[in-house]
């Protein structure tokens, strides 16, 4: 198995202050799950298929958010900033809370 060489650098936001918010909405937990996933796809990491998105769906996020795709060596890179606005913007929900969402789902290993 091939790991990449860029490290992840995330920054301690406190999801503790939102966790019972995603606890007592399946819903929301389960928007900020996919729009997690779907930067995740966007930007390369994973592939669209994996994780049930729509050919449409990911043609439109290319289209409107293509300038977050970056590249290190050929390997795409993961933007604490850049992921948090993406994932408030699909879902809606604060840039605090995408933001502590995406460090909860990070640290906790939880997948949709």
Known sequence: MQTSP???FVQPIAPQTH???WNADPQLRAK???A???YAALIGIV???EIGCSPSTCARDR???G???HKWAGWPLW???EAATFVAEITGASREMSSAWLEFDWNSGAKC
């Open 6 to 8: 860029v490290e992840v």
């Open 19 to 21: 966790a019972r918010v």
């Open 32 to 34: 900020l799950e996919s």
């Open 36 to 38: 997690g996933w779907r």
């Open 47 to 49: 592939e669209p298929c």
């Open 63 to 65: 289209k409107k958010y």
């Open 67 to 69: 300038h977050l795709v």
């Open 79 to 81: 933007d604490d900033e």
